[in-house]
């Protein structure tokens, strides 16, 4: 479940929009919130083991900083993106195969790929 979104503006470009950075910047809190949330239902082994919330929380995170047009921060969050779909691979490795579908493995796999490029490409 990637989140996609329209070019975020170029870092060291004009100010960031005020409003848009507060609206993003509640988009993390809901996000952290609901993160705290799964991370409790996982150790009352009353949530899959998925790892969405995380990776969720990471992309809203990412796209924050990019609003903000921080590169180190951009930079520092990709890693954290990266670093949430390696646990989400584990997490998911880990589990026995009725309880996950190779898909979902696949589709895990090319998420943490596509998280390692953009890593990358912000890199250069």
């Given at each position: 479940q990637q989140q996609r979104s329209a070019p975020a503006r170029s870092v060291g470009s004009a100010e960031p929009d005020s409003r848009i950075v507060a609206k993003l910047s509640e988009i993390v809190g809901l996000r952290e919130r609901l993160a705290m949330t799964y991370e409790h239902l996982l150790a009352a082994g009353r949530a899959s083991a998925d790892g969405?919330?995380?990776?969720?929380l990471a992309e809203a995170r990412v796209e924050l900083a990019r609003e903000r047009g921080?590169?180190?921060a951009i930079l520092a969050e990709l890693r954290g993106l990266v670093a949430a779909h390696e646990r989400r691979m584990k997490?998911?490795?880990?589990l026995a195969r009725d309880r996950v579908s190779s898909d979902e493995i696949d589709r895990a796999q090319v998420a943490l790929l596509e998280a390692q490029v953009r890593l990358m490409r912000a890199q250069k």
């Amino acid at each position: 479940q990637q989140q996609r979104s329209a070019p975020a503006r170029s870092v060291g470009s004009a100010e960031p929009d005020s409003r848009i950075v507060a609206k993003l910047s509640e988009i993390v809190g809901l996000r952290e919130r609901l993160a705290m949330t799964y991370e409790h239902l996982l150790a009352a082994g009353r949530a899959s083991a998925d790892g969405l919330a995380e990776v969720d929380l990471a992309e809203a995170r990412v796209e924050l900083a990019r609003e903000r047009g921080e590169r180190d921060a951009i930079l520092a969050e990709l890693r954290g993106l990266v670093a949430a779909h390696e646990r989400r691979m584990k997490r998911l490795g880990s589990l026995a195969r009725d309880r996950v579908s190779s898909d979902e493995i696949d589709r895990a796999q090319v998420a943490l790929l596509e998280a390692q490029v953009r890593l990358m490409r912000a890199q250069k």
